[in-house]
């Protein structure tokens, strides 16, 4: 199973960035597909997740109304468009999946399949 995360970058504060993750090696139908971040010197934070077949979703409640997450079943490849950055969104953001549902991925990161992060930096 392989994650592959990309789309970060720099980005004046009010901008937007959409990152992606593409994920192969096997079935995700009945996975949640999710992304978390960690800013220096924290924990690794929960920011949303999305459920292959139902396409329910999650938030944290720092990203609700900015943040989108969907996916694309044909290309295996689930998005993280974010709108309206702030500063303190600067993270490098990562990517995962676990056979459980969105809820749970929130819950608790353990079990989660991790792909490569990427930086994303909000400037003020």
């Known amino acids: 199973v392989q994650l592959q995360a990309s789309g970060g970058g720099l980005v004046q504060a009010g901008g937007s960035l959409r990152l992606s993750c593409a994920a192969s090696?096997?079935?995700?139908?009945?996975?949640?597909m999710g992304w978390f971040r960690q800013a220096p010197a924290k924990e690794r934070d929960f920011v949303a997740a999305?459920?292959?077949?139902?396409?329910?979703?999650v938030y944290a409640d720092s990203v609700k109304g900015r943040f989108t997450i969907s996916g694309d079943n044909a290309k295996n490849t689930v998005y993280l468009q974010m709108n309206s950055l702030k500063p303190e969104d600067t993270a490098v953001y990562y990517c995962?999946?676990?056979?459980?549902?969105?809820?749970?991925?929130?819950?608790?990161?353990?079990?989660?399949?991790w792909g490569k992060g990427t930086q994303v930096t909000v400037s003020s």
């Open positions: 995962a999946a676990r056979r459980t549902a969105p809820q749970a991925m929130r819950m608790t990161s353990r079990g989660n399949i």
């Open positions: 090696g096997r079935s995700f139908s009945n996975y949640a």
């Open positions: 999305i459920n292959w077949s139902t396409n329910s979703t």
